[in-house]
Structures are given as C-alpha cells and as structure tokens.
C-alpha cells in the first residue's frame, strides 16, 4: 500500500504486507536515521527505529520543565514589550511637553503689540555709549539678554534685547558697567538665524561681539556665553 493508506482506508494491516513510498523528503529524513543508526543500517532498521521513537511518545504526559522554560520565555517577551511601549510613551511625552514649554515661551515672549518704538539699534547705540569713552574704538563687546519680541503682518520679527557694554578694543570696562538699556534688531525675517533661534535665547546669557569697518559702520553677531563668562558657539549675526 502507499503512505497514504492506513487504518482508515480500511486495508488489512495484519494479514497484507506493506509497501510504502515515501516522499522525497520523507526518504532524506529515513536516511538521516538511518545513519544516526550506524554504518549499515538498512532504510527497514530505519522505518523501526522511526516507530519505535513515535510509539515511546504515545500518551506521554508533556514535559513540565519544557512548558516552564516556554512559559518564562513568553513571560520574558511580554516584560520587554511592556518595557519598549513605557520608554516609548515617555519620550512621547517628553516631546509633547518640550513642545508645549516652547509654545508657551514663545507666546509669553512675543507680543503683536510691538515694544521696541523708541529703542535704539546697535549701531546707534554703541555710538552713544563710547560717545564719552572711547569714540575711536574699532570693536566691542557687550552682555545681552533677550527683552522679547514682535512681529508685525508680513511676519518680520523685531527683536529686543538689553545690551551693557563691557569692553572695547579689546579693554574691559573699569568701574561699574553701565546700566542694561533696550537695543533693537529689527524686520528680522523667517529665514534668518536669529530668527530661528528666538526660543531658544529667553532667559540665557549671551554675549555680543561687534567690529568697525573702514566705513565706521558696525558689524555684529551674538553668542552664547560659557559658564565661565568667554565667547562661546555662535548664534546669529546682528543687523546693524
């Protein structure tokens, strides 16, 4: 009989001999027992060994200790989505949360009412304050930190910050520095840098650095300051 037939096709087991054709992956198993058998073993001994394997498992009860591993396994993978889902859920959270402090600081920041009518630019500025003691000078420095900003219909920004000069010509300062006063940058647009980094800037130390061209006009930009008071990594250049 084939393999196909059996108990079921109603064939007599018992009074009938058995002929059987096994598929090509089934003979490539037969020949892998036949040799865990030893040298030759004939595909007969093999078909034994093969029942005699399945006929030990009958009815046997399953293995505790191999459902214990699968259980500790499947228990193992459950831990470490729930794990994977809570770290994704935070750093969910924690974008929505630098976000929402973004928004906020922005929108206490900016005011459409303007604020910086009558503020000087730096240019001017600068001018008015070496006026009196170093009207020569090439180049400055001054501490400043943001003041807010505005922006107008076409989405200009003016900027506002409150500027102490604390250097020039490379000199600082000697005796107490004047008081901040209110400097403008103003019809800053959206692709300008400084622009950008306007939500970053509010609340921190930063530092201006500005140059004197032949045409006695100023040239600036504006950075942030190192813990221990020095240039550090560049911001923006300054509209003059």
Request: glycine content about 12%; proline content about 5%; charged content about 25%.
């Amino acid at each position: 009989m084939s393999e196909e037939n059996g108990p079921a096709g109603g064939g007599d087991w018992f009074g009938t001999p058995l002929s059987l054709r096994p598929t090509p992956r089934r003979k490539a198993k037969l020949a892998a027992i036949a040799k865990s058998l030893g040298p030759g073993a004939t595909p007969f001994e093999a078909i034994e060994a093969a029942v005699d394997f399945a006929c030990s498992r009958l009815g046997e009860a399953p293995d505790s200790g191999a459902l214990g591993e699968i259980a500790e396994a499947i228990e193992r993978l459950a831990d470490e989505r729930r794990a994977g889902e809570a770290a994704m859920r935070a750093a969910v959270e924690a974008s929505a949360l630098h976000a929402k402090r973004t928004l906020e600081l922005i929108s206490a920041a900016m005011s459409l009412e303007g604020g910086e009518e009558g503020a000087p630019g730096f240019g001017a500025w600068l001018d008015g304050e070496l006026a009196a003691m170093s009207p020569q000078a090439r180049s400055a420095a001054a501490r400043v930190r943001w003041a807010g900003a505005s922006i107008d219909s076409a989405g200009l920004a003016a900027i506002r910050f409150d500027a102490s000069l604390i250097a020039a010509d490379g000199r600082a300062l000697a005796g107490r520095l004047p008081d901040p006063a209110t400097v403008a940058v103003r019809a800053v647009g959206a692709g300008d840098p400084l622009h950008a980094a306007m939500a970053s800037l509010a609340g921190r130390e930063l530092l201006a650095g500005f140059q004197r061209g032949a045409d006695g006009r100023w040239a600036g930009a504006l950075f942030r300051a190192k813990p221990d008071g020095t240039f550090g990594e560049r911001v923006a250049a300054l509209a003059i």
